[in-house]
Nanobody, 114 residues
Framework: QVHLLESGGGMVQPGGSLRLSCAAS????????MCWNRQAPGKDREMVAI???????DYADFVKGRFTISRDSVMNKVYLRMDSLEPGDTAVYYC????????WGQGTQVTVFS
C-alpha cells in the first residue's frame, strides 16, 4: 500500500531556502519515477520536478535553476531543495509517483512572504 508523507515546509522571506522531504512506504522510490507537485490557493495542481528511475531530472520552467530534486534510496525518501524562493512559490507541495499513485497526502505548506 502506497503511503507518502511530506515535510519540511515553512515560512521564509524571498530569496530564502527550504528542503522538503517525502518519506515513502509500500514501494521503493528508486523503482518508479517520482515527482513533486504544488497547488496554490485557487489554482490547479502543477508539476514542479521529476526524477526518473535512471536518475534523470527535469523541472518546470518556473523553478529551473532554483529547485533541485533528489532521491535517497537507502532512506526511501525524495527531496526537493528550493533556493531563491519567490512569493509565487507559495503553495502546498506534494510528492507522488509518475504515473500518479492515487494516494493523496497532506502535503507541506510553503509560504514565501516579504
Amino acid at each position: 500500500q502506497v503511503h507518502l508523507l511530506e515535510s519540511g515546509g515553512g515560512m521564509v522571506q524571498p530569496g530564502g531556502s527550504l528542503r522538503l522531504s517525502c518519506a515513502a512506504s509500500g514501494f521503493r522510490v528508486n523503482s518508479i519515477d517520482m515527482c513533486w507537485n504544488r497547488q496554490a490557493p485557487g489554482k490547479d495542481r502543477e508539476m514542479v520536478a521529476i526524477i526518473t528511475t535512471e536518475g534523470r531530472t527535469d523541472y518546470a520552467d518556473f523553478v529551473k535553476g532554483r529547485f533541485t530534486i533528489s532521491r535517497d534510496s537507502v532512506m526511501n525518501k525524495v527531496y526537493l531543495r528550493m533556493d531563491s524562493l519567490e512569493p509565487g512559490d507559495t503553495a502546498v507541495y506534494y510528492c507522488d509517483t509518475v504515473p500518479p499513485s492515487g494516494f493523496w497526502g497532506q502535503g507541506t505548506q510553503v509560504t514565501v512572504f516579504s
